[in-house]
T-cell receptor
Framework: DSGVTQTPKHLITATGQRVTLRCSPR?????VYWYQQSLDQGLQFLIQ???????AKGNILERFSAQQFPDLHSELNLSSLELGDSALYFC???????????????FGQGTRLTVV | AQTVTQSQPEMSVQEAETVTLSCTYD???????LFWYKQPPSRQMILVIR??????QNATENRFSVNFQKAAKSFSLKISDSQLGDAAMYFC????????????FGKGTSLLVTP
């Protein structure tokens, strides 16, 4: 158990809908990363938050947004869903934003999103 | 942007044998970190081993070791005495030491371990 909790584990929704994925980082970790894993694109970095502020952006669509709350949990919001958004969404956390090797990222078990 | 290439979509090894998974990367940075992650059928991403680019010594973790060739931008993973539990997808990943610290992953290599 990595200590990173993601809910829900599975989600099935229709095209055009909006969903929210939730991530609770390991106790004490300030940095949260979101990744998307799909068959055609592989594992892609979406966005990073550090202590409530957006720190880095990757290949995140404009239909997607995220935030990190004062208790450090994070939510990834996916709207106007398309079939191609079906993927495994991972959250990872680390103690600080980067630098030394002590910032190993710990991954949650992912949320499997299926858009039908 | 840094790219990570894993040229072997699938590999197979017999139990107790040794297998090497390949990874190359492209970067203009001198300071960075490299990782191998394992993803078993449970989907959990598990860190196997990591290497700091400024260290010449190759990292080793029990049966897992790497061959890090900085000039060639190569970072291969060797699994010795393969076990059935080693069967999984293996991802090579790059992380910059500056700016954003997200991981940049390769496409993965599926490792099959046969009895």
């Amino acid at each position: 158990d990595s200590g990173v909790t993601q809910t829900p584990k599975h989600l099935i929704t229709a095209t055009g809908q909006r969903v929210t994925l939730r991530c609770s980082p390991r106790s004490g970790d300030l940095s949260v990363y979101w990744y998307q894993q799909s068959l055609d694109q592989g594992l892609q970095f979406l966005i990073q938050y550090y202590n409530g502020e957006e720190r880095a952006k990757g290949n995140i669509l404009e239909r997607f947004s995220a935030q990190q709350f004062p208790d450090l949990h994070s939510e990834l919001n996916l709207s106007s869903l398309e079939l191609g958004d079906s993927a495994l969404y991972f959250c990872a956390s680390s103690p600080r934003t980067g630098g030394s090797m002590n910032t190993e990222a710990f991954f949650g078990q992912g949320t499997r999103l299926t858009v039908v | 942007a840094q790219t990570v290439t894993q040229s072997q979509p699938e590999m197979s090894v017999q139990e107790a044998e040794t297998v090497t998974l390949s990874c190359t990367y492209d970067t203009s940075e001198s300071d960075y970190y490299l990782f191998w992650y394992k993803q078993p059928p449970s989907r959990q991403m598990i860190l196997v081993i990591r290497q700091e680019a400024y260290k010449q010594q190759n990292a080793t973790e029990n049966r897992f070791s790497v061959n890090f060739q900085k000039a060639a931008k190569s970072f291969s993973l060797k699994i010795s005495d393969s076990q059935l539990g080693d069967a999984a997808m293996y991802f090579c990943a790059y992380r910059s030491a500056q700016g954003g610290y997200a991981l940049n992953f390769g496409k993965g290599t599926s490792l099959l371990v046969t009895p």
